[in-house]
């Protein structure tokens, strides 16, 4: 290749990366093929998953090896027990070292979701002469990659990719700017994970429908029994101004359910719990729906969410299953361990942040009126659906990528 001067200066005046070894781990599992995915942090490993489950769909036999410049166990958490995905740290920045780890994996198609280069091990997989996509470029990430002092290398790296797809604008012009001729590049947004909407039994759906008729309601999803006296606390103050207005209560322990709901009902609430076969009334305050396996019912039921656990620590539930289904996102300032898509939902008006039971009950009020709960939902659902356009334009690549490297 015509611009590997500029590498071969590099491996020339670098030491090679020391303290550490390649995991190479088993390499390849089966004949089919093996398509290898270097991320870099929850995102991007969520949305690799997410593409990874999507293409075992349709390619039979397709391998993935996902490898991390720095071995997180709490991202390798999310993908472990998948069969179909080797997880393994990248090689060092040494060349006997790289050169293991691709002869022992020979993968067929590398998409590199990390912003940052890695000069040998992009420039090794040269000897394989397999196709390259480099997915969620970024502008600061492209001028801040590894290697820039020496004159010429980042264009060198960034010419060996087939395809490239940016965040924005500015990182597709920054790529042109680079080398990467204009046809390679496309804008195509960030690279999440496409999150599929949670299920619900439609019968029910229409049964509490009819229940709540047109009643304003709002959910706190899994919420702590430490929390319990925030939310009712706010439910209290935003029912003043809101007539009517109906808290649905989901809990992160259910069994707790009865318990809850005599405290409540000691503070003179109007308390109807879902265990217990009850159904909320006219004249119900708090409905506890504490029957597991319904979240996806009652995102689709109310316009507002609460995101449970936010306000005291401990939440699980992800917030994207709230925003995919349309609900309109409220948090506390405690987003672990969901921070980066609190972040990306808070950047894009997707969400609202509140801090005690006083901000959330004025939150509630203000957002129970439809449309500006709609434009609060509209937000994170954006955020959302965006990861699918973007991991639909990737598996075109992909197959795109690998008919023209059997051809």
Not at 289 to 304: H, K
Request: net charge negative; proline share 6%; hydrophobic share 45%.
């Amino acid at each position: 290749m015509s611009s590997s001067l500029p590498l071969r200066a590099f491996m020339a005046l670098t030491r090679p990366e020391r303290g550490r070894q390649a995991e190479i781990g088993p390499g390849r599992k089966g004949s089919g093929p093996l398509v290898w995915i270097h991320v870099a942090g929850e995102d991007q490993v969520r949305a690799a998953t997410a593409l990874s489950r999507r293409l075992l769909q349709e390619v039979e036999g397709v391998q993935f090896l996902f490898t991390i410049d720095a071995p997180d166990r709490q991202l390798w958490r999310l993908i472990a027990g998948d069969p179909a995905i080797s997880l393994a740290a990248a090689p060092p920045e040494d060349r006997a070292a790289v050169a293991g780890f691709l002869e022992e994996w020979r993968p067929d198609l590398l998409i590199w979701a990390a912003g940052l280069m890695r000069p040998l091990l992009i420039g090794g997989v040269d000897s394989l002469e397999i196709p390259r996509l480099l997915v969620d470029a970024r502008e600061a990430e492209i001028m801040s990659s590894r290697g820039t002092w020496v004159p010429g290398l980042t264009r060198s790296l960034l010419r060996r990719f087939d395809r490239a797809l940016a965040v924005d604008a500015e990182a597709a012009g920054r790529l042109v700017r680079y080398g990467l001729e204009r046809e390679r590049v496309e804008v195509a947004g960030t690279f999440l994970e496409d999150t599929l909407p949670l299920p619900c039994d439609e019968e029910e759906r229409g049964y509490m429908a009819e229940r709540l008729a047109t009643r304003p309601v709002w959910l706190a999803a899994e919420a702590r029994e430490d929390e319990i006296a925030q939310v009712f606390d706010a439910h209290r103050k935003a029912s003043r101004r809101t007539h009517r207005l109906l808290l649905i209560v989901t809990l992160d322990a259910p069994a707790q359910g009865p318990a809850i709901r005599d405290r409540l009902a000691g503070h003179g609430a109007e308390v109807a719990l879902r265990s217990a076969d009850e159904d909320p009334v006219e004249s119900t305050e708090i409905y506890i729906a504490d029957m597991p396996g319904e979240m996806g019912l009652w995102y689709r039921l109310a316009p507002v969410t609460l995101m449970g656990g936010t306000l005291i620590g401990g939440q699980e539930r992800d917030p994207f299953e709230a925003a995919a289904l349309g609900s309109a996102v409220l948090h506390g300032p405690e987003t672990a361990p969901h921070g980066s898509r609190y972040l990306r939902l808070t950047r894009e008006g997707g969400s609202r942040i509140v801090h005690d039971a006083a901000e959330l009950g004025q939150a509630v009020e203000t957002l129970i009126a439809p449309d500006r709960a709609a434009a609060l939902a509209h937000a994170g659902w954006e955020v959302v659906s965006a990861g699918a356009e973007v991991t639909n334009r990737i598996i075109e690549l992909i197959f795109e990528m690998l008919d023209t490297r059997r051809a």
